[in-house]
């Protein structure tokens, strides 16, 4: 029993909310017993190119299921995405394009296995079962859940009551979404927080489709961005992404606050709860300093995703950066989507009055990037994590995206 009691203690790990925690326990101690393997599923809308931290923190938890008897579903919803779901949000998503669907799916798949075991997983699309779904199909999808209990969705909710629209599809959506638990017969669906309605409509259609079976459903925590505040997002610009180059990941994980640190351990590092555990209570003695305990979290993340060598050497040349006194750990930001000329930068971060002055300053050498001088004065900051100086003790670190 003291087993399987430390395999759900680390399962649980991290987790915000689980439904169904007994399946969840009786499955493991199957494979454990008899080897049997189980069905947990993940879906992904192929909004955006690339995966995230944010994705990473579902992902990871799934590469443990896989120890321990799980087959992994990375389910990519290509009918889903050209639909438009608020996910929480105040108003429908836009829907994508088949083309932009296709392309980002695309990428997703060679990302995925940067996380996942590749053996232990399939890659599945699910316009494979709902683009077959016909009228009558549908119809008897809709008559197995009310309106009443659709409008008990949180987002739908305060929606209606600010007398927003809500559209007829939108309705359909978390209803697709089951219907994928109800075609793959899965046993446990992940998701973040803000999917818990449509996690448990998973399991209300497999009664009503009776498959003998309830899925759990497992909701991590929404990883907080750059900011410390939003959730991580594209959108938003507060993200990290996992094909990020090793020196833009390693320096936007050492721009995180000492807090929200932490948080990042606890749902991204590979370490156990209790050398986390073991290592802030280091840093609270006083034993060990926060930038060194951030310093070791940012080498493991980069060196996930980019090997150990070329983690290094993006330790390294942030060191190089960071090495002199007069650089300070705590500084203004600013970020932006696309390249920038360095004089409206300046300006913007308010380091210098006018670009006038910008130019003056460029070309008199007292301008730094990254501790060199610079002095071309149609210079365009390119993407990547930049630190500006001006003179001894202004400085703005500036990340283009």
């Known amino acids: 029993m003291a087993q399987i009691d430390e ?36 879906g992904f809308d192929p909004t955006a190119p690339d995966l995230h931290l944010g994705h990473v923190v579902l992902l990871q938890k799934m590469s443990v299921f896989q120890k321990y008897g799980a087959k992994v579903i990375f389910l990519i919803g290509d009918f889903t995405a050209t639909i438009g779901d608020p996910s929480g949000k105040s108003e429908t998503r836009k829907p994508l394009t088949q083309e932009e669907v296709l392309q980002n799916a695309q990428t997703y798949k060679e990302q995925v296995f940067k996380v996942l075991d590749p053996n232990k997983t399939e890659v599945r699309f699910n316009s494979e079962w709902l683009s077959l779904l016909n009228l009558k199909d549908i119809l008897m999808l809709c008559s197995k859940f009310s309106v009443a209990r659709m409008l008990e969705r949180d987002d739908f909710e305060k929606r209606l009551k600010n007398q927003n629209t809500i559209s007829m599809v939108e309705f ?110 280091e840093v609270q003695k006083n034993n060990i300093h926060p930038k060194e305990a951030k310093e070791n979290l940012a080498l493991e993340i980069t060196t996930r995703f980019h090997g150990q060598e070329q983690a290094q050497y993006a330790q390294d040349e942030f ?77 703005l670190k500036v990340q283009i995206d």
């Open 319 to 395: 060191r190089k950066v960071f090495s002199k006194r007069e650089i300070p750990l705590e500084m203004p930001s600013l970020s932006f989507k696309e390249p920038i000329w360095i004089c409206r930068a300046l300006v913007l971060g308010n380091m210098l009055s006018s670009t006038s002055e910008a130019r003056r300053a460029l070309e008199a050498g007292a301008v730094r990037i990254n501790q060199e001088k610079v002095q071309d004065i149609n210079k365009h900051l390119e993407k990547g994590v930049y630190i500006l100086q001006v003179g001894k003790r202004k400085f």
């Open 172 to 281: 359909l959506y978390p209803l697709m979404q089951g219907y994928d638990s109800v075609a793959l017969n899965c046993d446990i669906e992940f998701g973040g927080n803000d999917q818990k309605f449509n996690l448990l409509v998973g399991r209300q259609l497999q009664r009503a489709y009776n498959l003998n079976k309830e899925q759990s459903a497992f909701m991590m925590p929404v990883l907080e961005g750059l900011d410390g505040a939003q959730k991580m997002s594209k959108s938003l610009g507060n993200y990290i992404s996992i094909t990020e180059n090793p020196k833009d990941m390693y320096a936007k994980i050492m721009s995180i606050s000492d807090l929200l640190m932490w948080r990042y351990y606890e749902l991204l590092s590979h370490k156990t709860f209790s050398e986390i555990q073991h290592l802030q209570q």
């Open 7 to 42: 395999i759900m203690k680390e399962i649980l790990r991290g987790s915000s909310e689980v439904i169904g925690r007994e399946y969840i326990q009786s499955l493991i101690q199957k494979y454990l017993d008899r080897g049997e393997h189980f069905v947990v599923k993940a």
